[in-house]
């Protein structure tokens, strides 16, 4: 059974920092996308950060990341501890919304194509 359990989320001020992390149990990390996604109040959901863990050599990764965030926050994994961090520096109003990290995708783009999801962890930010 997979579970994907996220924490880190809370309120900061503009040019803040937070470290979200996401623990993932029960799931095969290579050969599919992990990523993180974020939901506003009124928007549709939309991929932050994504990665890649090739299933044939353990050390090709590739990340993806929004161009909102791009610059501001560093996607990272530690698979012998079956997390995935978030980390999010120079917070803005706009990054504000429940986050929500995903396993089993095939790319940040088509959010309906991730098999699990976690229940998400709510950022705050204020101006």
């Known amino acids: 059974q997979v579970q994907l359990v996220e924490s880190g989320g809370g309120s900061v001020q503009a040019g803040g920092s937070l470290r979200l992390t996401c623990k993932i149990s029960g799931y095969s990390w290579r050969g599919y996308h992990i990523g993180w996604f974020r939901q506003a109040p009124g928007k549709k959901r939309e991929g932050v950060a994504d990665v890649y863990l090739s299933d044939r050599s353990t050390d090709y990764r590739r990340t993806t990341y929004a161009d909102s965030v791009k610059g501001r926050f560093t996607l990272s994994v530690e698979v012998s501890e079956n997390t995935m961090y978030l980390q999010m520096n120079n917070l803005k109003y706009e990054d504000a919304g429940v986050y929500y990290c995903?396993?089993?995708?095939?790319?940040?783009?088509?959010?309906?194509?991730?098999?699990?999801w976690g229940q998400g962890t709510q950022v705050t930010v204020s101006t």
């Open positions: 995903a396993a089993g995708g095939l790319n940040l783009w088509e959010e309906d194509r991730y098999s699990f």
